[in-house]
């Protein structure tokens, strides 16, 4: 049974477990489009379709291996994801990525704070040894968020990527943080 994780607030930000209720807006609010840059720096398709992003949302909610947790605003609007998942709990490691889905929260120190919670809840609350993620070259911002945050350059996969936005490759940039690392915020 997965663990109950309380939310946190950062400014005007809040980071939560994602919930069967925010399905809809979840998908309204960041797909019906999708920003463009989130394609670009997840590598993910530019569309999804309604039923792709409710079959896959629901899917993820009793998932044992993962952790979905939203970042939304004061008027309640989801404005972003951080996720822990491809959960391995022999081994205590996992996955994580994180989007912020709009242009207007990016910047404002938001995806920094969410991966230094997301990063605390790996390793203070479901005890993992190793958090790993990957990040395109073509995302130095995010590089650095990762790096302020602990996590250590392990690899690269060079030119593993294309950018969307200008059709030229980019290196997949390996990371990872081991328990041993770890630092919680004060």
């Not at 690269?156 to 390996?174: K, M, N, P, Q």
Request: aromatic share 12%; charged share 30%; with cysteine.
């Amino acid at each position: 049974m997965k663990r109950q994780i309380a939310p946190e607030t950062f400014g005007q930000y809040t980071i939560r477990l994602a919930r069967a209720e925010d399905a809809e807006a979840y998908y309204q609010q960041n797909f019906a489009p999708m920003d463009p840059e989130v394609a670009r720096f997840t590598g993910c398709q530019p569309a999804f379709t309604r039923e792709e992003v409710l079959k896959a949302f629901f899917a993820h909610l009793p998932d044992e291996t993962r952790y979905d947790f939203l970042l939304e605003d004061t008027q309640g609007r989801i404005v972003g994801e951080s996720v822990i998942n491809e959960i391995d709990w022999d081994l205590r490691k996992a996955n994580f990525r994180i989007c912020i889905f709009h242009p207007e929260d990016r910047g404002q120190g938001l995806g920094a704070w969410a991966v230094r919670k997301t990063r605390d809840i790996a390793f203070g609350v479901l005890k993992l040894h190793r958090l790993e993620l990957d990040v395109f070259s073509f995302n130095p911002r995010a590089e650095r968020a990762y790096q302020a945050a602990g996590f250590v350059r392990e690899g690269v996969l060079r030119d593993a990527v294309r950018d969307a936005s200008t059709g030229e490759y980019g290196d997949d940039i390996l990371m990872a943080m081991l328990e041993s690392q770890w630092r919680p915020e004060a």
